[in-house]
């Protein structure tokens, strides 16, 4: 007796649709996104502020 194929199964072409996500319907896009932009920024500025004190640890 054959074995059931595992893994995901050939099948035939997707349907014709927009794929893309609206992002009007997403909840917390634009929050996110913010929130992403002032964590990087203040890791940038933690970067700089840590290669300065760092430099001046070093020279003395």
């Known amino acids: 007796m054959p074995r059931a194929a595992r893994g995901r199964q050939a099948g035939g072409p997707l349907p014709?649709?927009?794929?893309?996500?609206?992002?009007?319907?997403?909840?917390?896009?634009?929050?996110?996104?913010r929130r992403i932009a002032i964590t990087a920024g203040l890791m940038f500025l933690l970067l700089?502020?840590?290669?300065?004190?760092?430099?001046?640890?070093?020279?003395?």
């Open 16 to 33: 014709v649709q927009d794929a893309a996500i609206p992002l009007d319907r997403v909840p917390y896009f634009r929050a996110d996104l």
């Open 48 to 60: 700089i502020a840590g290669s300065i004190v760092l430099r001046g640890l070093l020279q003395a």
